[in-house]
């Protein structure tokens, strides 16, 4: 993958939405998120798919619509406040 993406899987994971990255793998091949990329809207069905910086995901988790927009992709999965730099939430609107 190149280094201005990352798989949709890794990328919740490492933002703290999910405590393992298969638990992302899953929801994501079940068609739980929505991508806007471009002004176009798109399911995520792959965990493998790539998310990029400025992308919008909305999703459910835990009975509460979360969106966001991808800020950065991180390197890793730290702390939840460095993860919190990974996104900003948007108005679910």
């Not at 280094?3 to 933002?15: M, P, Q, T």
């Not at 927009?69 to 996104?87: C, H, K, N």
């Amino acid at each position: 993958m190149s280094e201005d993406a990352c798989r949709a899987d890794v990328w919740l994971w490492r933002a703290r939405f999910f405590k393992t990255r298969s638990m992302a793998a899953k929801f994501l091949d079940e068609g739980k998120v929505r991508l806007t990329r471009g002004g176009a809207e798109t399911r995520i069905d792959k965990c493998a798919r790539p998310v990029k910086v400025g992308d919008r995901l909305v999703f459910a988790v835990g009975g509460k619509l979360i969106a966001v927009a991808v800020e950065s992709l991180g390197e890793r999965r730290g702390p939840a406040t460095e993860a919190r730099l990974l996104y900003t939430p948007l108005d679910a609107a």
